[in-house]
């Protein structure tokens, strides 16, 4: 994943827990005119000490026929992101931009059993239940029908081998104009606006204090 050195941050640490909050990501697979896509909820595999993902899909699926065990895929967790107007910068002028959050991971699938798939199922219910008022549980179904249900889909972890991350967040922008986007995400109803200046908090950007890479200058040299 491209990204200038204001933005990038490969930190594993960091990366889950951006995953944690976007789980819907992107299983990219194969390689040419074989390659797929699917937009699957992931979970980490262990939420204390993950070392990958895990997730299923349906059988009738044409991506699983992109992917087989050991092979390395990629997974894309798309963040939130905006729109930034140059109207909101008042330190330095400057064009429009995008604001966003996003993680790479790159790992190793693994189709797992029936009992993974079980565990993987359960997980999956309880993680996006559990904020419920009358959290709906797997075992409400009968067992005959949980059984049924099950042949449509398949589970699979994937073992993480590389993860990146890209915070696209203002940092190259001197701290008055840091605090005006900020300031206006939350204010002016900009699509996804306050949860980008969330993001710009929980990052704590603060602004530059040298010149930024993201201007050509930095590596064009100034314009004759």
């Known amino acids: 994943m491209y990204q200038p050195v204001e933005f990038r941050d490969d930190g594993v640490i960091r990366a889950y827990a951006h995953i944690v909050r976007n789980p819907f990501g992107i299983l990219v697979t194969g390689h040419g005119p074989r390659m797929g896509a699917t ?4 979970l980490l595999d262990d939420e204390l000490s993950p070392t990958g993902l895990v997730s299923h899909f ?3 699926n044409e991506q699983l026929a992109t992917v087989a065990d050991g092979q390395e895929v990629l997974t894309i967790f798309p963040g939130p992101h905006t729109y930034i107007s140059p109207t909101l910068y008042h330190a330095e002028n400057d064009v429009p931009t995008w604001n966003y959050t996003a993680v790479h991971l790159h790992g190793r699938y693994q189709r797992v059993d029936q009992h993974g798939l079980r565990s993987i199922l359960e997980r999956t219910v309880e993680r996006f239940e559990r904020d419920s ?5 797997l075992d409400s179904l009968p067992q ?4 049924s249900l099950s042949r449509g889909v398949i589970g699979f972890s994937i073992e993480t081998t590389s993860i990146e991350g890209g915070y696209k967040l203002s940092q190259d922008k001197l701290a008055e104009d840091v605090e005006s986007v900020e300031t206006a995400l939350v204010t002016r109803g900009l699509p996804n606006g306050p949860a980008v200046a969330d ?3 929980r990052a704590d950007v603060r602004g530059r204090s040298t010149p930024p890479t993201t201007d050509p200058d930095s590596w064009l040299g100034p314009v004759q």
């Open 144 to 147: 005959s029908a949980i059984r």
């Open 133 to 137: 008022e009358e959290p709906w549980l």
């Open 39 to 42: 937009h699957l909820p992931f």
């Open 199 to 201: 993001e710009m908090r």
């Open 58 to 60: 349906a059988v009738r």
